[in-house]
């Protein structure tokens, strides 16, 4: 086996980096170059600052983000502290002149990563990409209005973040809890220059949650009725009321109504073989 095809069979151990923009659909043709070009500006002048050599890092372009691998002879606290620090300044510092400033949501894992001529693969590249892109860390740079917003795998931050280091505090990291595509995962939320943060409320409820639910069970051999309904007393995070739920437990037979009105006389319940004489 030659060297370029053991290169492809065998996985290196590296720190993957997903780089995203924020809102990246609402710019328009001619501000969408200056916005990537304003990307390459800030991760490139990081690496530069970091001392982080070009031969050590690899790049993908992603449309409106970069994918990157940094080798592992480049220590991860330099990329998580030295580095993640001139990001956030750059980035800073190119906003100052955006009336809409740019966002970006960074997401890094370290695991097995495997390059070929079109570019990297592997587990540890799917979860930094899904840290990057999950809703969590969409709601928290809106919710803070913030620049930057980092996403580091539970891996990474009980390996790494939870020593600290040098410009790493984990004390400003936030846990939460994410449903991804692979299952549900541990991450940590980071907000550069600031205390741990908020971490914002869940998805909304479907129509699905929101609806009454009922537990009926019945009983044919009796005949009493017991009907316990309880409205949920809490309020959603934006204050909405909850629509009442209902819990029902049925013996015999049951029929509910409301609110009806009755044009003509009307027959409710069940007709038995030997009905009771009816009293004129």
């Keep these: 086996m030659d060297d370029d095809a053991m290169d492809v069979a065998e996985a290196r151990y590296e720190l993957v980096i997903s780089v995203d923009a924020r809102r990246s659909g609402e710019y328009d043709d001619v501000d969408k170059p200056r916005m990537r070009a304003r990307i390459y500006r800030v991760l490139e002048t990081a690496f ?22 940094v080798a592992g002879r480049i220590a991860v606290t330099r990329l998580l502290g030295l580095w993640l620090v001139e990001v956030h300044e750059k980035l800073r510092d190119e906003n100052r002149a955006l009336r809409v400033p740019l966002g970006l949501r960074v997401g890094m894992h370290v ?67 994410l449903k991804i595509k692979e299952g549900d995962v541990n991450a940590w939320f980071h907000l550069p220059g600031r205390p741990a943060p908020v971490m914002p409320a869940g998805d909304p409820p479907t129509a699905a949650d929101a609806s009454p639910v009922a537990d009926t069970r019945v009983d044919d051999d009796a005949t009493d009725i017991d009907i316990d309904t309880e409205a949920d007393a809490d309020a959603d995070a934006d204050d909405r009321p909850r629509t009442p739920r209902a819990h029902y437990t049925v013996h015999g037979d049951m029929s509910q109504h409301s609110d009806n009105v009755y044009q003509q006389p009307v027959h409710i319940g069940r007709i038995t073989d030997s009905p009771r004489p009816r009293k004129d």
Excluded at 117 to 146: F, M, N
Excluded at 147 to 160: G, M
């Design 48 to 69: 530069t600052h970091a001392k982080v050599g070009r031969d050590a890092v690899h790049m993908e372009d992603r449309g409106d983000g970069v994918l990157l691998s």
């Design 111 to 177: 695991g097995p990563v495997r390059h070929d001529d079109r570019g990297i693969s592997g587990r540890a590249v799917d979860l930094a990409c899904r840290l990057a892109d999950s809703p969590v860390a969409r709601r928290l740079l809106d919710a803070e209005r913030a620049d930057l917003v980092l996403v580091v795998s539970d891996a990474l931050y009980e390996d790494v973040v939870s020593s600290g280091g040098k410009f790493i505090e984990p004390a400003h990291y936030a846990l939460a809890r």
